[in-house]
């Protein structure tokens, strides 16, 4: 195949990059790869510990797609092995291992949610217990020689757990040891990660080093900010965008992006051509309103399709703009006459994933009637027969409560 100009694929290829170890490197590999006409091997090794994924983890898997369409062979590594050893990376407590029956599930959950990003005509899958599994324990010992303590010692987290006199398990050692070997047997030309994974990409590239290969370059992605625009998107943080999110729920969680906030999106987590980003930087410092709404249209619509992403921006504009209630809002009936408590006809429409939660989104000014917000915890209401309500709970859930 014919590769695009070297200037042209180092633009796609540093877009949103943090670091390059080193570029010079990179852009060798490119002109070789280019006057050959042989593709770079791009590899990405994902521990399948948490299946369901967000827009955090798009990032680095975007980066891959773009290595993709530039024509190379992208390599995504099912961590079937690591995972079971437990990666330490960013924790300060031993991480507990998978049994391989979890490692199993979670990969297939992982992969189909990942193709949605990649072209899975272009990709090579591949799991490292193929090849870590079946070595022996000389060859563990072989590798470990391979790194000292003291090295080790110089990443982040161990270096505090060790300050804070918190337990390391020789196991977590062997875990950079093991990523690091993956690029060994796979001959990687460029490893992706993370900026929480540089210590294990460098690694790999010592490991390359002395196993006579030429040394992979280490491409960091950065953590991407989550809604919250504090924290790194996460579940735990309750500030993610999961990429299979109903696309109202996906449209409505975008516009809750902190402006500033709102470019570094387009450049990580959208399919928006490289050469399209200055007037996109411009429209966010310009016009951040409308430009989050480009940046929702874009995310639904990447995911779920043009038509519902055009449906998702009209349901938007209906509840919220024009405080409507859709025409499609379930109807909740009632017994006229009896007294009902809000708590439990919220608890009745599945809107509120716990009592605790409503009484939360109530104190927030988060549940209306008709239009009225509802601060108190024991409000009670008695339908007459025939008479609707309009229930609001939250931004994006509407019912009409009935009696009858």
Same mark, same amino acid.
């Given at each position: 195949?014919?590769?695009?100009?070297?200037?042209?694929?180092?633009?796609?290829? $540093?877009?949103?990059?943090?670091?390059?170890?080193?570029?010079?490197?990179?852009?060798?590999?490119?002109?070789?790869?280019?006057?050959?006409?042989?593709?770079?091997?791009? $590899?990405?090794?994902?521990?399948?510990?948490?299946?369901?994924?967000?827009?955090?983890?798009?990032?680095?898997?975007?980066? +891959?797609?773009?290595?993709?369409?530039?024509?190379?062979?992208?390599?995504?590594?099912?961590?079937?092995?690591?995972?079971?050893?437990?990666?330490?990376?960013?924790?300060?407590?031993?991480?507990?291992?998978?049994?391989?029956?979890?490692?199993?599930?979670?990969?297939?959950?992982?992969?189909?949610?990942?193709?949605?990003?990649?072209?899975?005509?272009?990709?090579?899958?591949?799991?490292?217990?193929?090849?870590?599994?079946?070595?022996?324990?000389?060859?563990?010992?072989?590798?470990?020689?391979?790194?000292?303590?003291?090295?080790?010692?110089?990443?982040?987290?161990?270096?505090?757990?060790?300050?804070?006199?918190?337990?390391?398990?020789?196991?977590?050692?062997?875990?950079?040891?093991? %990523?690091?070997?993956?690029?060994?047997?796979?001959?990687?030309?460029?490893?992706?990660?993370?900026?929480?994974?540089?210590?294990?990409?460098?690694?790999?590239?010592?490991?390359? $080093?002395?196993?006579?290969?030429?040394? %992979?370059?280490?491409?960091?992605?950065?953590?991407?900010?989550?809604?919250?625009?504090?924290?790194?998107?996460?579940?735990?943080?309750?500030?993610?965008?999961?990429?299979?999110?109903?696309?109202?729920?996906?449209?409505?969680?975008?516009?809750?992006?902190?402006?500033?906030?709102?470019?570094?999106?387009?450049?990580?987590?959208?399919?928006?051509?490289?050469?399209?980003?200055?007037?996109?930087?411009?429209?966010?410092?310009?016009?951040?309103?409308?430009?989050?709404?480009?940046?929702?249209?874009?995310?639904?619509? +990447?995911?779920?399709?043009?038509?519902?992403?055009?449906?998702?921006?009209?349901?938007?504009? %209906?509840?919220?703009?024009?405080?409507?209630?859709?025409?499609?809002?379930?109807?909740?009936?009632?017994?006229?006459?009896?007294?009902?408590?809000?708590?439990?006809?919220?608890?009745?429409?599945?809107?509120?994933?716990?009592?605790?939660?409503?009484?939360? +989104?109530?104190?927030?000014?988060?549940?209306?009637?008709?239009?009225?917000?509802?601060?108190?915890?024991?409000?009670?209401?008695?339908?007459?027969?025939? %008479?609707?309500?309009?229930? $609001?709970?939250?931004?994006?859930?509407?019912?009409?409560?009935?009696?009858?």
């Amino acid at each position: 195949m014919s590769f695009p100009s070297v200037e042209e694929q180092l633009a796609i290829i $540093k877009r949103g990059a943090v670091e390059i170890v080193p570029e010079q490197e990179l852009i060798e590999k490119l002109k070789k790869s280019k006057k050959e006409n042989k593709p770079l091997k791009v $590899k990405l090794g994902v521990d399948p510990t948490r299946p369901d994924l967000h827009l955090g983890h798009s990032v680095i898997l975007r980066k +891959m797609r773009q290595f993709q369409d530039l024509g190379h062979e992208v390599i995504l590594i099912i961590g079937g092995f690591t995972a079971m050893i437990g990666d330490p990376t960013g924790q300060n407590k031993t991480r507990p291992p998978l049994t391989i029956e979890e490692v199993n599930e979670n990969a297939q959950t992982y992969i189909d949610q990942a193709k949605k990003i990649l072209d899975e005509d272009k990709l090579t899958l591949t799991n490292n217990n193929d090849w870590l599994g079946p070595m022996d324990f000389m060859d563990v010992v072989r590798l470990s020689s391979k790194l000292t303590v003291a090295r080790m010692i110089e990443r982040d987290d161990f270096s505090k757990r060790f300050e804070n006199n918190e337990a390391i398990s020789l196991h977590e050692f062997l875990y950079p040891l093991a %990523q690091g070997q993956d690029s060994v047997y796979l001959k990687s030309d460029i490893e992706l990660g993370g900026t929480d994974q540089k210590f294990n990409l460098l690694v790999g590239r010592q490991l390359q $080093k002395d196993d006579g290969q030429d040394q %992979q370059v280490c491409l960091m992605m950065p953590l991407l900010v989550g809604t919250d625009g504090s924290a790194k998107m996460s579940k735990s943080y309750d500030n993610y965008i999961g990429i299979d999110e109903a696309p109202n729920d996906m449209y409505g969680k975008t516009l809750s992006v902190p402006d500033e906030l709102i470019y570094t999106y387009f450049e990580l987590v959208t399919d928006i051509a490289t050469e399209d980003l200055p007037g996109i930087k411009e429209k966010a410092e310009k016009d951040p309103r409308n430009a989050k709404h480009d940046l929702a249209y874009t995310v639904v619509r +990447m995911y779920h399709g043009e038509e519902s992403a055009k449906a998702a921006k009209e349901h938007f504009e %209906q509840t919220v703009i024009n405080k409507q209630v859709p025409d499609d809002a379930p109807e909740f009936e009632y017994n006229s006459g009896e007294e009902l408590r809000l708590l439990d006809v919220i608890g009745d429409t599945g809107f509120s994933p716990s009592n605790g939660e409503t009484k939360r +989104m109530m104190k927030q000014g988060g549940i209306s009637l008709d239009d009225e917000k509802i601060k108190d915890i024991n409000h009670t209401i008695t339908l007459e027969s025939g %008479q609707e309500v309009a229930l $609001k709970v939250g931004k994006r859930n509407f019912g009409i409560i009935k009696g009858k």
